[in-house]
């Protein structure tokens, strides 16, 4: 089975970037989806991008023109690149995969997940 191992994430001023690193081992990623979720204390996780197996990407709204999803076949690594952070995008931030997106949170392969702290 695909493991996923997530750096990246820490503090930063409001406005700034971070970049989310998801990088898979022992299989590619190549037949996955691969989703990007963030969960707020006491919320459920919830998505906000997806990439698809065809390099397809989606956006929730949240996180749409902000947010940009991609993956470096050479590394085997997947990329959430968040430019112009506000506090309220603090949260734990997840990779998942699954064969095909999927429309819940049941992805059978999870990262660790990583802390983004965003101050105004």
């Known amino acids: 089975q695909v493991q996923l191992v997530q750096s990246g994430g820490g503090s930063v001023q409001a406005g700034g970037s971070l970049r989310l690193s998801c990088e898979a081992s022992r299989y590619s990623i190549h037949p996955y989806c691969i989703a990007w979720f963030r969960q707020f204390p006491g919320k459920e996780r919830e998505e906000i991008a997806t990439?698809?197996?065809?390099?397809?990407?989606n956006y929730k709204d949240p996180v749409k023109g902000r947010f940009t999803i991609s993956k470096d076949s050479a590394k085997n690594t997947l990329y959430l690149q968040m430019d112009s952070l506000k506090p309220e995008d603090s949260a734990m931030y997840y990779c998942?995969?699954?064969?095909?997106?999927?429309?819940?949170?049941?992805?059978?392969?999870w990262g660790q997940g990583t802390q983004v702290t965003v101050s105004a």
């Open positions: 998942a995969a699954d064969r095909e997106c999927r429309f819940d949170t049941n992805y059978p392969y």
């Open positions: 990439i698809e197996r065809d390099g397809h990407t």
